[in-house]
């Protein structure tokens, strides 16, 4: 587990220069996976960047440095009729999406998950651990973490990822067509996903407790160059 680390980051400016190469190798993970699936599923022959870059943050899974797995977020407060009529949610039944409007603050997306080929179940490398399990995991503890009143998937219902989905706490509400194939609806309630979180693996505690979350870091850098202003200021 040495080689390997979890870091969040944001998916759009500002990105702290920390976190550059990071940032731009996940890119590059993300244009290389979801090309390919994209032009297969839909015969799109290009994916614009801002489809990455309309999302808040990405989790991130590094070995030896270089991104091997990662999942997109952007937070939605499903009171605002605008978000409701997002594009992401087109496969989503209206019915659905008028109760999710009771709620009370941010509900969080998940979305353009995907491992590098190297790392899939098919190929070489081996992690003696399930990369997609411990990802879906993760978005888990950040709706807790962070305090998210729900979330929401989609899950492809001739992949996997749909059991690892309900392993973390998720319910299928519905199933419904998008991009041409049979997918699963899903919400994450922060109650059962909590009581879920602690058969958590333990290389998701291993990479959560040591992970590092280059939006904090940003944060902080604006922070301390804002007081570096205000002191030469004062000065």
């Avoid at 500002?14 to 996940?26: A, G, L, M």
């Avoid at 309630?189 to 879920?196: D, R, V």
Wanted: net charge neutral; with cysteine.
């Amino acid at each position: 587990m040495d080689d390997l680390k979890l870091v969040i980051i944001p998916c759009r400016e500002p990105v702290p220069s920390e976190c550059h190469t990071i940032y731009n190798d996940s890119y590059e993970l993300w244009n290389l996976v979801w090309s390919e699936t994209l032009k297969e599923l839909d015969g799109i022959e290009k994916l614009p960047s801002n489809e990455f870059t309309r999302f808040d943050f990405a989790s991130v899974i590094l070995d030896k440095g270089k991104p091997i797995s990662l999942m997109c977020y952007t937070s939605v407060d499903m009171g605002l009729k605008p978000r409701r009529f997002d594009s992401w949610f087109d496969s989503w039944p209206s019915e659905i999406l008028e109760r999710q409007k009771e709620r009370d603050g941010l509900g969080l997306i998940a979305a353009w998950f995907c491992t590098h080929p190297d790392y899939r179940k098919s190929s070489q490398v081996s992690l003696n651990f399930n990369v997609t399990q411990v990802l879906a995991e993760v978005f888990g503890k950040i709706i807790i973490s962070d305090s998210y009143n729900v979330g929401y998937g989609m899950t492809r219902n001739n992949r996997s990822v749909g059991q690892y989905s309900v392993n973390i706490g998720g319910e299928v509400i519905a199933n419904a067509n998008a991009h041409n194939c049979d997918v699963s609806l899903v919400l994450f309630e922060p109650e059962k996903i909590f009581s879920k979180q602690f058969s958590y693996s333990a290389e998701l505690k291993y990479l959560w407790k040591n992970r590092v979350d280059f939006r904090c870091l940003g944060t902080e850098r604006k922070q301390r160059i804002s007081n570096e202003r205000k002191t030469k200021k004062a000065a």
